[in-house]
């Protein structure tokens, strides 16, 4: 009767040191989750989830007063603006922000490596809208290969946002397009 006790001791424990494991693993994960930023847009306080690294501009830029801006670590990788459009409500309509976005994409035909600019939307409880992305044939120095707008509609707010990075910002400019994806308006407290 040993004998089989003996050979299940070392699976018990090695099926504990799995769960330890496991369990060290999905605290790591939930450590490295994205925490939620309140960022005030116009009149409005938004939430997005927002990377550690990101750094937000004190000022708005230059001519947009209600605009937010914030960028990675080095701005010449990855910088992304938000501006509400307009005082008041502007066009929330779902093909009013698709029409918008397209005839946006349009200027960039001439000077986009992309043969066709793709049209991605945006979908979620309370974010509706569009964008495009494209990559500058010939960026200058200092500027930026890849654009990335489009116009996103919270409940009634309509928001442009731009995301510009060159190759070394690309997982910045993927995280902030998925937060842009799951952008909501932030609780009251």
């Known amino acids: 009767m040993s004998g089989p006790v003996r050979t ?5 424990e090695l099926g504990a040191l799995l769960l330890f494991v496991g369990a060290a693993s999905w605290a790591q994960a939930a450590d490295k989750a994205p925490a939620n930023k309140v960022l005030a847009i116009a009149d409005t306080a938004v939430s997005l989830a927002w ?3 990101w750094q937000l501009e004190g000022a708005a830029p230059k001519g947009m007063p209600d605009s937010v801006e914030f960028h990675a670590p080095d701005r010449l990788q990855m910088v992304t603006t938000l501006t509400p459009i307009g005082g008041a409500p502007g066009p929330t309509a779902d093909e009013a922000m698709k029409e918008l976005v397209t005839k946006s994409a349009r200027q960039f035909e001439g000077q986009a490596v992309e043969k066709e600019i793709k049209l991605q939307r945006i979908s979620n ?3 509706h809208g569009y964008f495009v992305c494209v990559t500058d044939k010939a960026p200058k120095p200092d500027e930026y290969k890849f654009l990335c707008q489009g116009l996103v ?8 946002f ?4 060159n190759d070394g910002g690309k997982a910045d ?4 397009l998925s937060a842009l994806k799951t952008i909501r308006i932030a609780e009251q407290t």
């Open 8 to 12: 299940m001791r070392p699976f018990r």
């Open 51 to 53: 990377s550690s690294t």
């Open 125 to 127: 409880g309370d974010a």
């Open 153 to 160: 509609s919270l409940r009634e707010l309509p928001i442009n």
């Open 162 to 165: 731009i995301v510009l990075y």
């Open 173 to 176: 400019a993927e995280r902030v």
